[in-house]
């Protein structure tokens, strides 16, 4: 059956969510989301829910780049995607970190859509079957599973909480690279500079906020989830258009519907050989514990949900001090040139998926719903609908692709660092050593 979005009415009435488990929510949890949205009225604070109203995209348009492309053909645009691809720092549990039941080590890593489908149209997905534990890792099994995925109006359903994702390191990095023709200057016979911005998306099977909500104990996790960063380059080209060099400007790094613009002077850096370097090309970015939020250095932020602390407690760790993922050591894939990587865009297994599917797509990017079937809603007077802690939708639907930050919208990291509730580590004086070997989950 064709997965339906919640009406107004259900959502008020606690209906169009699933539990911890995935399966329709019980008379008790119905209950408890009428108290919910009767305390979530009353909140003074309910205008932060308007972001993720915002922020939510639309599931009925094709949001893609009005620009004109760059003038370089596809291989060299890979190429410069690769020469400033980031390096992914996950969070490891610390006994010196900030108390908090975020601190911990990450269990989900990215996947490539490709090897997760494979994984959900073979009915032997690998889940996280015992969730790490301070320094101990968690365990992931193969659990056969009966489900059968299916694309419908406006989500993919059919596949299990928990999936782990790729070993560390062999997902690939999907990227979108767009000019700013305001700023080509080329000659005659294509050498010149250009500015392009490169987006790096990582595609992750399972958002885990174990948010502790009161009423309803741990709550907000749900299947699928789309981050990414995304980094102003100026570029400077052969006669051609063959890429000669380039230096970062400026990067946008995305959280929770929103995100923070960084200039490249003030971002953690590294060479192609992975050292710290003030001049290196590819920036460091700092992955929070199990919502894999994008921040620019390492620490800890206490509040981030849109209610407040009392009503639904949870934090983002960003230590980084776990897993290291390189990007620009792996496979890169173009959102835009889906003819040019069909085993991975377009796989086998996408066939199958089709065929179960009320809304078919020729190729996976095309799909504009959401990634999964969770969805919690809240209805607000006089505000409408807002919803958040659902499976989002894909890069391409979204407001934000192809939009470097908002044009200048967004606020400045330094801006949003010096709030309360950010504690981050080198202004603290916390020294977080990196654990080794890296606690990744083990692979039963």
Known sequence: MEPTEPSASEIAAGDGTSDAAGAPPSDATRWRLRLLRVVVAGL???????????????????????GTPPPVDAATRLEIARAFAPRLRFNAWHDGAPDSPQNMNEDHFPMGVAS????????????????????????SEIVPTETSPAFGKHALSGFPMEMVGDPPGEAPTYVHVYEDKDARAIAADGSG???????????????????????????????????????????????GGAFASGELLAGHYYSHGGGVAIGADAMERVDDAGDPAPDGRHPVVYVAQGKHASYPQAGFMHGHDPLPLWVADHHDVFHGNGVVVDAWRGRLFDLEDPAA?????????????????????????????????????VKIPLLGRA??????????????????????????WESVKAADHFRIDVDEGLVVPAVEPPPAPIRR
């Open 193 to 239: 500079e250009v500015v392009v911005h490169v987006e790096y998306w990582h595609f992750y099977a399972f958002d885990r906020a174990d948010a502790d909500v009161i009423l309803l104990g741990t709550f907000g996790s749900h299947r699928g989830d789309w981050e990414h960063t995304s980094f102003r380059i100026r570029v400077r080209l052969e006669a």
């Open 44 to 66: 003074t604070t309910v205008g932060a829910l308007v972001v993720y109203n915002l922020a939510a995209g639309t599931t009925d348009g094709w949001r893609g780049n009005a």
């Open 387 to 412: 919803t958040a802690l659902s499976s989002p939708i894909g890069p391409n639907p979204k407001p934000n692709y192809g939009d470097f930050g908002g044009r200048g919208a967004m606020p400045t």
């Open 341 to 377: 990587a069909p085993d991975e865009l377009a796989p086998p297994e996408l066939a199958v998926v089709n065929a179960a599917s009320t809304h078919p797509v020729d190729d996976w990017t095309r799909f504009p719903g959401r990634w999964g079937p969770d969805f919690f809603g």
């Open 116 to 139: 997760f489908l494979r994984e959900v149209v073979s009915g032997k997905p690998r889940i996280v079957v015992q969730r790490s534990r301070e320094a101990e890792p968690a365990v």
